[in-house]
């Protein structure tokens, strides 16, 4: 048990027999024609709902967010769709409930629901004030259920009212996906066996900046690739074409190469493309001397053996952001290279970050020879980045 968890209200602490529960899961999944994409996170929900059922809950009432609705409901980011493919992966009944999931209507329908029932509700973002913490509408939301369940890690990050608020009003737990995630990533922070290897791509470092500065003092190597190796390069004095970069944190770079250049890797080369599109014209070049008309798109070849030497023998391997534009099959070969190196790892301990980084190891088809798979993206750089979660914060 880690230093995060172990405060933490879980499952078997907490009475669910006869009551209803309300579970906030993180359903915020692909969906295109209104056909859900990828079920991985509802999947990831169904060790809790059958816990709940186990244990003899009345009902399950099921919420989450979907995409970034700003006007209240709207079709497009209805979770409507996702009802079926519950009900399919749970193998029983799924009622899903329209509406505001804070009307008297979705109250009245809950309490219509027969014993055992396991309902979804319309996207918790189509209420207002969800976002802010409402007090009102935590309220409303905990009127649904007699206990609360987080198993949302995705969500965990943020204050919002159904993450957060409807915790400080009902008795709580965290669900079996949230601890699983504490876990695993609290390992990262509580039991690291060195050699300690960080990945870091994407674009922008901007982005994650925090975390970088936070894990640099603590691991052995840090592998920068993606976009965002090029802010570091430009740094350096390289000639970086029209390559992405941040002229912004250029002096943060020189400092953080100043200080840990010793445990920095940057890609020496590249390859680079004419455009930013898949049937692009290509070249390797060296990574400091990007033509002028060109940009960097994915590592070189021999980047990808120096980063792959740079792995070999790690303990301990925590990966987050893709190589290159790894979404054109022409610039994916990076990316797929350092997912077959941290899959080939004997006896590490491996964890993949979230967001894009679990499209990219599922992509490379390796997503089954790595330790953890995340399902936050932010969260798990936020925990990383030392933060307190408030959702974690709130199980306690």
């Known amino acids: 048990m880690t230093?995060?968890?172990?405060?933490?209200?879980?499952?078997?602490?907490?009475?669910?027999k006869g009551k209803r529960v309300l579970v906030r899961?993180?359903?915020?999944?692909?969906?295109?024609?209104?056909?859900?994409?990828?079920?991985?996170?509802?999947?990831?929900?169904?060790?809790?709902?059958?816990?709940?059922?186990?244990?003899?809950?009345?009902?399950?009432?099921?919420?989450?967010?979907?995409?970034?609705?700003?006007?209240?409901?709207?079709?497009?980011?209805?979770?409507?769709?996702?009802?079926?493919?519950?009900?399919?992966?749970?193998?029983?009944?799924?009622?899903?409930?329209?509406?505001?999931?804070?009307?008297?209507?979705t109250l009245a329908a809950v309490q219509a629901l027969p014993d055992g029932a396991v309902a979804l509700l319309e996207n918790v973002r189509f209420s207002s004030g969800e976002?802010?913490?409402?007090?009102?509408?935590?309220?409303?939301?905990?009127?649904?259920?007699?206990?609360?369940?987080?198993?949302?890690?995705?969500?965990?990050?943020?204050?919002?009212?159904?993450?957060?608020?409807?915790?400080?009003?009902?008795?709580?737990?965290a669900g079996t996906l949230l601890q699983t995630e504490v876990d695993a990533l609290g390992k990262l922070l509580n039991d690291v066996q060195h050699p300690y290897v960080v990945i870091i791509g994407g674009a922008k470092v901007s982005d994650k900046l925090l975390v970088i500065e936070n894990l640099l003092p603590t691991v052995d190597r840090m592998l920068i690739g993606g976009g965002m190796a090029y802010t570091f390069v430009k740094a350096q004095g390289g000639k970086i074409g029209k390559s992405i970069h941040e002229d912004d944190f250029l002096d943060k770079a020189r400092e953080l190469l100043g200080t840990y250049g010793d445990k920095i890797v940057l890609p020496t080369d590249t390859l680079a493309g004419d455009a930013f599109s898949?049937?692009?014209?290509?070249?390797?070049?060296?990574?400091?001397?990007?033509?002028?008309?060109?940009?960097g798109m994915d590592i070189g070849p021999d980047s990808r053996a120096a980063f792959a030497e740079a792995l070999s023998g790690a303990k301990?391997?925590?990966w987050?952001?893709?190589?290159?534009?790894?979404?054109?099959?022409?610039?994916?070969?990076?990316?797929?290279?350092?997912?077959?190196?941290?899959?080939?790892l004997q006896g590490a301990y491996?964890?993949?970050?979230?967001?894009?980084?679990?499209?990219?190891?599922?992509?490379?088809?390796?997503?089954?020879?790595?330790?953890?798979?995340?399902?936050?993206?932010?969260?798990?750089?936020?925990?990383?980045?030392?933060?307190?979660?408030?959702?974690?914060?709130?199980?306690?």
């Open 350 to 396: 491996t964890v993949i970050g979230g967001g894009d980084s679990v499209s990219a190891i599922n992509q490379s088809g390796q997503a089954g020879r790595v330790g953890h798979i995340s399902t936050g993206g932010g969260a798990s750089l936020e925990l990383l980045e030392g933060k307190a979660l408030p959702g974690v914060e709130a199980m306690k």
């Open 25 to 105: 899961v993180d359903y915020n999944v692909p969906v295109k024609d209104g056909v859900v994409q990828d079920d991985t996170r509802v999947t990831a929900s169904l060790p809790t709902i059958r816990a709940l059922l186990d244990a003899g809950a009345r009902g399950v009432i099921l919420m989450s967010h979907f995409g970034r609705p700003k006007n209240g409901p709207e079709d497009k980011y209805s979770l409507r769709p996702v009802a079926p493919v519950l009900e399919k992966v749970l193998g029983r009944p799924v009622t899903f409930i329209g509406g505001t999931a804070d009307s008297d209507e």
């Open 278 to 295: 898949n049937d692009a014209n290509t070249r390797v070049v060296p990574t400091n001397d990007i033509p002028d008309d060109w940009e």
């Open 316 to 318: 301990t391997v925590f």
């Open 131 to 173: 976002e802010k913490n409402n007090p009102e509408l935590s309220a409303k939301l905990a009127r649904l259920g007699d206990a609360f369940v987080l198993d949302a890690f995705g969500s965990a990050h943020r204050a919002h009212s159904s993450v957060s608020g409807v915790a400080g009003l009902l008795p709580h737990a």
């Open 3 to 16: 230093i995060l968890e172990e405060h933490m209200q879980n499952l078997s602490q907490l009475d669910v």
């Open 320 to 344: 987050n952001g893709p190589m290159g534009v790894f979404e054109f099959a022409k610039f994916a070969d990076g990316t797929n290279a350092i997912a077959k190196a941290v899959a080939d």
